[in-house]
């Protein structure tokens, strides 16, 4: 918390499963007030898997938000508690079925800062082995295996408009991808 957070009024305008809505007031030493309507959100995390033979495993993921299919790579949001690895293991293997021998921390960033709190960690899951998904009731997932040629054709094509995974991809082959 900033020095900031002392002049802040917050009201609760919505409480959900995994998220609340809160007007938050921030009150100036000229007497002016300002609100605003922000998302409360416990964070999350993306994983981007790489296979043994160097294709990494996208999802093709209904998302009822926007009534369409997405390319996008696995992620999942931390339970209360729960360290962000540990949930990178775990959405890692519900969403894909897979299980990794290494889960590298890769960056973390905030989904979007003027309206949400959410701080999204991405890791890099190497020495996959195969095993079962245990998708929640209602996934609609698909794994989308591709080789890093194709990645970069669909980055190009704008075929990849998930912004958590253009994040971790771009950073991933900006900075890490040898």
Do not use: W
């Amino acid at each position: 918390m900033s020095d900031r957070s002392k002049d802040l009024e917050i009201h609760t305008l919505l409480a959900a499963s995994r998220f609340r809505v809160e007007r938050v007031t921030q009150n100036f030493a000229d007497g002016q007030s300002l609100s605003r309507e922000v998302v409360r959100h416990p964070g999350a995390v993306v994983i981007l898997p790489i296979l043994d033979d160097g294709q990494i495993c996208l999802i093709r993921n209904y998302r009822v938000a926007v009534d369409r299919e997405l390319l996008e790579l696995p992620a999942g949001t931390l339970e209360p508690g729960e360290p962000p690895i540990v949930t990178a293991h775990r959405e890692l293997l519900e969403e894909t079925g897979y299980r990794c021998d290494r889960m590298q921390p890769l960056c973390e960033f905030f989904m979007s800062p003027g309206i949400l709190d959410e701080r999204m960690h991405a890791f890099v899951a190497t020495g996959l082995s195969e095993d079962q998904p245990a998708r929640e009731f209602g996934e609609q997932i698909v794994n989308h295996l591709v080789t890093p040629a194709t990645l970069e054709k669909l980055l190009a094509g704008g075929e990849i408009q998930d912004s958590k995974s253009l994040s971790a991809l771009l950073f991933y082959l900006r900075y890490q991808a040898s």
